[in-house]
């Protein structure tokens, strides 16, 4: 650790920020939202170190800032938003992570719980035999080109207009579930080759689904608007753009590279970039579109999926059942957003890579049915721990360009977590808490295991007491999927 | 406390690769006394992580050619290491060794030699990082460490 990143002071409640000056190469603070306990981590993993990195990026709007689940990424810390402006700024794949649009769907149902808890067993069953996870490369859905090219083109309008879902629930989904994308030469044959087959299917690590009790409502006003009620049943979808991201990203950075390499002072070559308005730097927005428009049909498609085993498994119809979309939220993306910066409405890029967007209530872009609440921001614990639904702020329009946490943060390396692992059964240990837990890989398992993260509880603290986000339901986890 | 990609203390001791493991994800330490042997290295340590053991001998194994030319060992590093993933998840086949064509700081020229894999890999990689990627030379020897996204 540099004694540079030392030198953090709090200025507000849970609010960190390393001023410009104290490195030479940095072009603009650094600012972490952080609980004291949670800065020493991010000191002691070196992701403060990537806060600061990032803060020596040209044209850097505000500051490199980093939300409280802030852990050691690569270039970029997880958790970390930067924003650079539409007209002559620059954008990073490596702001975005490979993984793009990695994202949190959540749906509410009319279902109570002791209902679920009785066929929740066989509804692990069912979704672990229907929805492929971990490393199959194949979905159950089979799309040929055009079909796949119409995903890229519609994402999930494109599942709903031709597979199956609720047009309504367009509105509940970031961007209306689609980003506009009309340029296929922009993508590799590899990422056609990689992407096309994974369609409809969760993928590995820390994705995951989730059957949960909405087990605690902060705010009623703002759970009734977003339609959460107490002792019901709602359901967390985790996944994103699968293989056809990553090849994206992987793509991009070496054409950033071939084209950008010589003239650039990088601290870290994962932190490559180009100018929005260069060739390259259009193509991979474009690209980054098609990837984005993928994961919003991929959850789609997962949500009509775990609605037909619910329908089966529970025998109530879909009224009954009650099954409906909350919110669908992206936290590997860079947009184009508009926002206050010195007293002028600026348009900016605003890159967040584990970070979620919130935006506040009032603002245009939050669906009408939950504009005088704000934008609902999902915070997912580990599979031990509860999640929360949270709601977007003014506050956090003004101090993190309406960014807040996306998870509890990795604690752990993958390494010590399955050394921990080893002392316990852990489907028992969480069975006994009552969760089931259905994975096909123990090794991924052990990888996930609670202790490997952050208390959420921490984390979704320092979010509230720094102003970015407010809560509004914490929903505990009865039934756990595991990629 | 986590050690950041590439912090290694003790090159001189270590083996010829090592695997670590950052806060969200993994990588691997290797060195070489040349080209040869840094890429061959790298590919031992990658094997490590996808399939818990090193390489293994030949018989069987079908050649599949890799040429790269780039603007560094690093490029080079970081394209190999795809494409040994791309077998493995793709093809669902080991890069059981390599042959070398020409080997050397911006290309690399040789023949991947692969097997059909028994079992799926152990954990799933999905993409060879550049971060703090730097190939250091020094005492005769060039060392480097990869950050995978897992």
């Not at chain 1, 509940?172 to 922009?186: K, M, Q, Y």
Request: glycine fraction near 10%; charged fraction near 20%; charge should be positive.
């Amino acid at each position: 650790m540099s004694p540079v990143a030392r030198n953090f002071e709090e200025i507000a409640p849970g609010r960190w920020r390393l001023d410009k000056n104290a490195d030479r190469a940095m072009q603009a603070d650094a600012e972490v939202f952080a609980s004291r306990q949670i800065l020493q981590q991010a000191l002691d993993d070196a992701s403060i170190e990537q806060v600061v990195n990032v803060a020596c990026l040209p044209g850097l709007v505000g500051s490199s800032l980093a939300m409280p689940d802030i852990h050691y990424g690569y270039g970029f810390c997880i958790g970390g938003v930067a924003a650079f402006p539409a007209d002559g700024g620059i954008v990073l794949p490596g702001g975005v992570g490979y993984d793009i649009n990695c994202g949190v769907r959540l749906l509410a149902s009319s279902i109570p719980v002791e209902e679920f808890t009785a066929a929740a067993e066989s509804v692990g069953y069912a979704i672990l035999q229907r929805i492929p996870t971990g490393l199959t490369p194949r979905s159950n859905y089979r799309l040929n080109k055009k079909e796949f090219q119409r995903v890229l083109s519609g994402g999930a309008r494109e599942i709903i207009r031709n597979f199956s879902g609720a047009v309504a629930d367009l509105d509940g989904i970031e961007s209306g579930g689609c980003l506009p994308f009309d340029s296929p030469g922009v993508i590799s044959p590899k990422a056609y080759e990689r992407g096309a087959p994974q369609v409809g299917s969760l993928g590995s690590g820390n994705h995951f689904i989730e059957v949960q009790a909405v087990e605690e409502i902060y705010d009623l006003p703002a759970a009734r608007v977003f339609g959460l009620e107490k002792s019901r049943v709602a359901v967390m979808i985790h996944t994103g753009s699968r293989g056809f991201g990553h090849q994206i990203a992987s793509d991009y950075i070496e054409t950033f590279r071939k084209r950008n390499l010589a003239g650039l002072k990088l601290r870290d070559p994962q932190l490559v970039y180009a100018s929005i308005s260069s060739a390259e730097g259009r193509n991979y927005l474009q690209a980054l579109n098609a990837a984005s428009n993928f994961a919003w049909a991929n959850r789609q498609l997962l949500q009509e999926d775990i609605a037909a085993i619910f329908e089966r498994i529970l025998r109530l119809g879909r009224d009954k059942l009650g099954l409906r979309l909350v919110y669908d939220q992206a936290h590997n993306i860079a947009k184009f957003e508009k926002h206050e910066v010195a007293g002028r409405t600026a348009e900016l890029l605003v890159h967040r890579k584990g970070a979620t967007r919130a935006f506040p209530p009032g603002h245009p872009d939050v669906p009408e049915k939950y504009r005088e609440v704000g934008q609902p921001v999902l915070i997912p614990g580990s599979m031990g721990s509860c999640s929360y639904v949270l709601r977007g702020t003014a506050m956090g329009a003004e101090l993190t360009f309406s960014s807040s946490a996306h998870g509890a943060g990795r604690r752990l390396s993958r390494h010590q977590a399955v050394k921990l692992a080893a002392q316990s059964d852990i489907r028992e240990r969480l069975r006994k808490n009552g969760v089931l837990v259905f994975s096909l890989s123990s090794q991924g398992l052990k990888e996930e295991i609670p202790e490997a993260y952050k208390n959420i509880d921490d984390v979704v603290a320092v979010t509230v007491a720094s102003g970015i986000s407010e809560k509004v339901a914490r929903l505990r986890p009865l039934l756990v999927i595991k990629g | 406390m986590i050690l950041p990609a590439g912090f290694c203390v003790t090159w001189q001791k270590m083996r010829k690769y090592e695997t670590f493991s950052t806060s969200a994800d993994m990588g691997i330490r290797f060195k070489g006394g040349d080209f040869r042997e840094l890429y061959e290295n790298a590919l031992r340590g990658l094997n490590v992580l996808l399939f818990g053991a090193n390489l293994r001998g030949t018989a069987g194994c079908a050649a599949v050619p890799f040429r790269f030319h780039g603007d560094g060992p690093e490029n080079v590093l970081v394209n190999f290491l795809a494409a040994v993933l791309s077998q493995a998840y793709q093809q669902r086949k080991r890069v059981a060794a390599i042959r070398f064509g020409q080997a050397g700081r911006s290309f690399l020229d040789a023949k991947l030699l692969v097997i059909p894999c028994r079992r799926p890999p152990k954990i799933e990689i999905k993409s060879v990082t550049y971060h703090n990627l730097r190939l250091v030379e020094a005492g005769g020897l060039m060392r480097a460490a990869i950050v995978f996204d897992v």
